[in-house]
């Protein structure tokens, strides 16, 4: 077999490593301590793909050749592909490279489990390490821990990084036997709550001494994939709901699920990837987060999916008409923000304005409120701006967003109808 | 009357400075003739004082919030023309207003200069991403762009911290301006820039620019092609100075 060239193992690597959707490279501050590199509060871009997705790190696996044998993903053993793996220090190399040219925020780093767990980090944590101690690197790290491996490698590991992350992949125990027969439940969760305690427990450190090195600063994240077991929404957002309460999880991430291996234990969908349920889900994973929503409030037992034709806080707005019509001189910023067409910076926006006098529903749409959405709901200076009473039946008609069509498996039209969906939101989740 | 200033920051500000000391408030504050009212108003050219500036300055900090003082910074660095008489009123009404000035998010004098600020602001973020550099024969890093408003001096402070230790320039080809970061010294000017030959890059330039290139191409997942996302996020005007766009 030919020797590979530097430019053809990137190639596969990053083939490898595309499908985790996590690329965020925000909520780190690092600084620049005499070499190269800081972290950006929020995130930056560098690129965008054909896929329409935002290039901020330069996200490659270290190997991807792999001992163990999941369903669902491109690098398991019994696949036929050809198998390369870089050094630590070639990694680091081109991670300096790229940066060096602001083609990248920094390092998004995963990888194939060899030999074991345990070799495997320790060949993450020097690549890590080399970039920062070597190369005196100060910008963005995210590094995945294989789970299994000894928790003392997790420490120096998030010692280097600036977030690492598990990912859970499958949302039940037994979506994961049958999926990922070699990774228990166990040895994903111990690594998550390891990593919880050292961020909660440093932060508490770093108050008494900065000298302390930071854990994680930019905190832990994770990654379900949708659709490819049986999970209800209900049952994946209370999860990710418990992430974020007890495991001081930062982002969970969703990733709709993409056949890439032939497999009886796998749906049978061809074709398109169910993107919509996908952008349902980080909508409402953004109203738990920001939005003050609790799960409960999205799903139940009597309806336990979202609304595909409908975003999910028209829907509770529709489920709660009683509430309705709210004053915008008067309602409390946390019911402002359950308003449909009010965003968090449009509520900010709405309380500061209304403290320097009385605000007209003209000054509305001007603070940046969606007023085709908001109308049906807010009064300004008693006045309501919409033809139609909140209660009136026609309502839930006109919040379907109608360019949002069920999906409708190997229709290529759908990509262009997901694309209609607003582009904003699609990146944020912003409602 | 119309005031005709060298279109630096410290001139408006002279400008607005005569202005307010005279009682008046100008049809126009431009860097250029105008063309429509210049039949009757009177023209007037202001000659840059720094110490007027600088006073006026003074006040404005002293009396605007910080994100009052950065909305008038950045809708003035959006290089709009007509921008100026805008800001005038804006800082008329927020020296007037004080403290209450925070608050008046909805003002009419007040909507426009935020738009434009906005506007700014959107943009330098983008350039966080979009400055491209590459390396130079004798050690120097160059970034072409070509931005819609003026935005090198804001983002400059940016790259300064990130890139400390390269010798680097980011060049606004619209403009014939640039900035340059001296690692030495570890600070930054703006310097008229016109390009006369090619660049010279170097060999590893060469290398990574076809590694870039190759990697890009691999990133997107072909299930979920999207090239009007991708245009809607990264328009066309954008993707001149990107490597991975070469054709
Ligand atoms: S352990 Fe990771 S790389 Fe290996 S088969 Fe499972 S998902 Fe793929």
New binding site residues.
């Given amino acids: 077999m030919p020797k590979l060239t530097l430019a053809e193992k990137l190639e596969i690597l990053a083939d490898g490593a595309k499908y985790d959707v996590s690329c965020a490279s925000s909520g780190s501050s690092r600084r620049n301590k005499g070499g190269i590199g800081n972290g950006a509060q929020c995130g930056i871009c560098h690129s965008w793909t054909a896929d329409g997705r935002c290039v901020s790190l330069l996200k490659i696996l270290l190997t991807n050749a ?1 001992i ?3 369903a669902y ?1 491109v ?2 053993r019994s696949n036929d592909t050809r198998r390369v793996i870089l050094t630590p220090a070639e990694v680091a190399e081109l991670t300096i490279g790229f940066y060096r040219r602001n083609a990248i925020e920094g390092l998004f780093l995963s990888t ?2 060899v030999k074991d767990p345990d070799h495997t980090m320790e060949l993450l944590i020097e690549a890590t390490r080399i970039l920062r101690e070597e190369h005196r690197f100060n910008g963005y790290i995210h590094v995945k821990v294989v789970p299994g491996a000894d928790l003392l490698l997790v420490e120096r590991l998030g010692r280097l990084a600036d977030r690492v992350s598990v990912n859970m992949e499958l949302p039940s125990r037994e979506s994961l036997k049958l999926l ?1 027969p070699d ?1 228990s439940r166990e040895a994903i969760v111990a690594p998550m709550k390891r990593v919880g305690e050292l961020i909660v427990q440093t932060k508490e450190e770093r108050k008494v001494s900065r000298k302390i090195p930071p854990f994680a600063p930019a905190g832990q994240s994770t990654q379900l994939i949708i659709g490819a077991s049986g999970e209800s929404d209900l049952q994946i957002v209370s999860l990710a709901a418990g992430l974020y309460g007890r495991l001081a999880m930062k982002r969970v991430y969703y990733s709709a699920f993409i056949p890439v291996n032939i497999d009886s234990r796998l749906p049978s969908v061809i074709g398109t990837p169910p993107l919509v349920r996908e952008h349902r889900l980080y909508q409402a994973d953004w109203l738990m987060r920001y939005y003050g929503f609790a799960a409960g409030e999205l799903l139940d037992e009597e309806r336990p999916n979202l609304d595909l034709t409908l975003d999910p806080k028209a829907g509770w707005a529709l489920r709660n008409l009683h509430i309705f019509p709210l004053e915008v001189n008067r309602a409390p910023l946390e019911l402002l923000l359950r308003v449909p067409g009010i965003g968090v910076r449009s509520a900010q926006r709405i309380a500061g304005a209304r403290r320097g006098g009385h605000l007209s529903l003209d000054d509305l749409a001007r603070l940046g409120v969606v007023m085709k959405r908001a109308r049906y709901f807010v009064t300004a200076r008693g006045r309501f701006a919409a033809d139609l009473a909140p209660d009136a039946a026609g309502l839930r008609a006109r919040l379907t967003e109608r360019t949002t069509p069920r999906p409708r498996w190997n229709q290529p039209s759908l990509f262009d109808a997901a694309a209609a969906i607003d582009i904003q939101s699609t990146i944020t989740g912003e409602l | 009357m119309i005031l005709r200033y060298d279109g630096t920051f410290a001139g408006f500000l002279t400008s607005v400075s005569l202005a307010r000391e005279r009682g008046l408030e100008p049809e126009a504050i431009a860097d250029r003739e105008p063309e429509q009212q210049g039949l009757f108003a009177t023209v007037e050219t202001v000659a840059t004082s720094r110490d007027r500036a600088d006073e006026l300055y003074r006040l404005i900090r002293h009396t605007l919030t910080p994100g009052a003082m950065q909305t008038f910074r950045y809708a003035f660095q959006s290089c709009e023309p007509g921008r100026e008489i805008l800001l005038f009123r804006y800082l008329q009404l927020g020296l007037a207003t004080g403290a209450q000035f925070g608050a008046m998010l909805a003002h009419e004098a007040v909507i426009p200069v935020w738009k434009l600020a906005r506007a700014v602001g959107r943009e330098a973020h983008r350039y966080k991403g979009l400055v491209r550099f590459q390396h130079l024969e004798g050690d120097i890093w160059y970034a072409a762009m070509e931005p819609d408003h003026c935005i090198l001096p804001l983002i400059a402070p940016h790259f300064a911290a990130r890139f400390a230790d390269q010798r680097w320039i980011i060049h606004d080809r619209r403009r014939g301006e640039a900035v340059a970061f001296d690692p030495r010294h570890q600070k930054w000017a703006a310097t008229p820039l016109e390009l006369t030959a090619t660049l010279p890059c170097t060999a590893g330039e060469e290398f990574f620019r076809e590694l870039w290139q190759r990697y890009f191409d691999r990133l997107a997942i072909a299930e979920r092609r999207n090239p009007k996302l991708q245009r809607q996020n990264l328009p066309l005007k954008h993707r001149r100075h990107l490597p991975e766009f070469e054709q």
């Fill in positions: 792999c163990y044998d999941c993903c690098n398991r194939g489990v990922a990774k």
